[in-house]
């Protein structure tokens, strides 16, 4: 035989001078087989190479087994953890998991969509890029009552399960931190507003700021991608005004970092002069000196809930007409860079 050519159950039964239909049976551990016979089978089929067409199968019977996640980044420690706990769930309930990335864009994120509806995947677990402003192309999806589970950036219009924490309370707990700090023109570094988790967390700080009798000034705060880069040229912009700020809230760990970076250049005290807070709590956030202040989510579990809710839709015979709104809870995290009032 061709060693080249893939193997069958026909050339198996050949071998064996059996039946196709028993070493197909055997292969399915089929309880008409003995334990002898199977065991006899499935020793020459891994001698001979055997590889059983799981696509074909799957094909057969309406389902692969596989279901997608596209995230925005996942060299970021959050959605690196939040993956990590889908595929705890997906591997131990017998799925397979494709990982994509939008890289933050919205055209990106289409194409990485329509492709996973290509390919037949059985659900989606997605968080939005940060220029997503249209839903059709989940809307695919939704049409073919194929279960979606967005976490962290969600689309309140689309019916699906969703797993986020209180960014409002999040607006909130870091910008009442800085206050009981003694920091008083607090500015505020929010992600594109087209998303309501930016959009909420900005509302929080607006409404710290209020119940502290704190006047607001827009000049404060800064819209932007929140990237390294998009962090120095903040700062810049905010200690060129005529009445700069003493303290800002980042909408993530990587544009703190690069805040810090720059204010240690040009000689600004940390948290003495100035202070920081981030949001995530990267690993890196711990280590650099002095230390960022932060809020963490709780990436991992909140991806267990997420593959459970998923596969538990997919095996449902019906698709669920309730979808829930699952908010986990975030945890303040102070370190150096706040920390005035040691």
Partial sequence: MDNKASVTIHDIARELKISASTVSRALNDNPRISKATKDKIKEMALKMGYQ????????????????????????RHFFSSFISGVEEVASTSGYNVIISQSNDLLEKEKQIVHSLFSNRVDGLIASLSMQTNEFDHFQLFSKKNIPIVFFDRVVPELEA??????????????????????YKRIAHLAG??????????????????EKNNIPIDDSLIIF??????????????????????????????????SMMVYLKKIGVRIPEDFGLIGFSNEPFSEVVTPSISTLEQPAFKMGLKAGELLIQEIERKTRSSKHL???MPTELIVRESSNRKK
């Fill in 325 to 327: 709104t699952i908010t």
């Fill in 52 to 75: 059983p067409n799981t696509i074909a199968s799957n094909l057969r019977n309406q389902k692969t087994n596989t279901i997608g996640i596209v995230v925005p980044l996942i060299n």
């Fill in 224 to 257: 932007n991608r929140l990237t390294r880069i998009d962090g120095q040229e903040a700062i810049k912009q905010l200690l060129a005004l005529p009445h700069p700020p003493d303290a800002v809230f980042c909408g993530n760990d990587i544009s703190a970092l």
């Fill in 192 to 209: 594109p507003t087209v998303l309501h988790t930016y959009r909420d967390r900005m509302a929080g700080y607006r409404s710290a700021l």
């Fill in 161 to 182: 399960h969703k797993i986020v924490v209180d960014d409002f309370m999040v607006g909130v707990k870091a910008t009442e931190h800085l206050i009981s700090q003694g």
